[in-house]
């Protein structure tokens, strides 16, 4: 299997050194510890080629160092979903603009993110409508920290913001129609998917990267349960030759993602059997859940540590939040 693997692609083997080198106080390394992920990431990506291929006729995928971007041509301009990173906007507006060959009048972000929405202020101010959910304006409205990567993210200026929010809609572009629908709480809280139902070509965001390990942003009150939900929700949509753009990793098949399912699912059911037994964060960890699944998943973004810590701190957020909510 020909597999675009996000960090040992975009980060090569020395960054992945580095991170797994990271030293806690006097104990062994620390390879649970995603902290360097992001800066890491950013420096690398800084000058990665931003590449398109056709999909089908009038729908191209846009991919390269942030997420997946699908860009779809129509009689009144070009309607795209997600925006890519903000240190890459300027080079992500201009390859839309090649593949599609008009201006985009229409962004619809999957979610909050900065290597989805990082975009938003360059297409906002060349005139697109930008759509989303209701959650992820409002994350980006205001400031974020994500509490797994220490990572601060500032506001958005208002050219940057979604005019239009939706938990769910049908877009007509001359003969396709966009079927967007948004999930409860999976990879953040204001996930949505797209549908380009003449196509079947469906844009996930994040809530599939196809091959590897997710992130789960606890801080935005994503949990690996939701990642489960929201992952039959798709399969129950997908047919056998539905084509599936991944927030990050290569376009993907049904299979493809009901192996991702099958995943999140084994370890979900193994971290919440952990926290049932009382384990701490720690203790989860050391327990080493994904021993067994790393060789197919860690080697794409998270190592087995850092999954079990994101997934595990979800999960017990989310039990938390349940728990004060009945
Ligand atoms: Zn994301």
Do not use: C
């Not at 050219?159 to 929010?165: C, D, E, S």
């Not at 709480?185 to 590897?212: E, M, Q, R």
């Not at 935005?220 to 949509?237: F, Y």
Request: neutral net charge; charged residues 20%.
């Amino acid at each position: 299997m020909n597999r675009r693997r996000f960090v040992s692609a975009s980060i090569g083997a020395a960054g992945a050194l580095a991170i797994a080198g990271r030293v806690r106080g006097d104990g062994p390394p620390d390879d649970s510890d995603p902290t360097s992920l992001i800066p890491t990431m950013m420096a690398a990506t800084a000058k990665m080629p931003i590449e398109s291929r056709p999909l089908a006729d009038g729908l191209h995928l846009v991919y390269g160092p942030g997420g997946n971007i699908a860009v779809l041509d129509g009689p009144d301009g070009l309607t795209i979903v997600d925006a890519g990173l903000p240190n890459r906007a300027a080079d992500t507006f201009e390859v839309v603009k090649r593949a599609g060959g008009k201006p985009v009048v229409r962004l619809i972000n999957t979610h909050w993110h900065f290597d989805h929405a990082g975009g938003n202020e360059a297409f906002g101010r060349a005139g697109a409508a930008i759509l989303a959910t209701p959650a992820t304006r409002r994350r980006l409205s205001t400031e974020q920290y994500t509490e797994i990567f220490k990572m601060k993210s500032p506001a958005s200026p208002p050219a940057a913001l979604p005019v239009v929010t939706l938990d769910e809609a049908e877009v007509h572009v001359g003969p396709e129609t966009l079927r967007i629908k948004s999930v409860p709480p999976a990879h953040t809280d204001g996930d949505l998917f797209v549908h380009f139902t003449k196509h079947d070509v469906i844009h996930t965001g994040d809530l599939f990267s196809n091959g590897f390990y997710p992130n789960i942003d606890a801080s935005s009150l994503g949990w690996i349960g939701g990642m489960v939900a929201a992952a039959d929700v798709l399969l129950k949509l997908a047919g056998p030759s539905t084509r599936i753009i991944p927030g990050h990793g290569p376009v993907a098949t049904r299979d493809d993602l009901a192996r991702y399912r099958t995943m999140l699912a084994t370890v979900h059911d193994r971290l919440a059997k952990l926290h049932d037994a009382g384990k701490t964060l720690r203790e989860a960890i050391d327990a080493r859940p994904t021993a067994d699944l790393d060789a197919e998943w860690a080697d794409g973004f998270f190592t087995g540590g850092m999954f079990t810590r994101v997934a595990y701190d979800g999960l017990v957020k989310h039990r938390a939040g349940a728990g004060k909510a009945s």
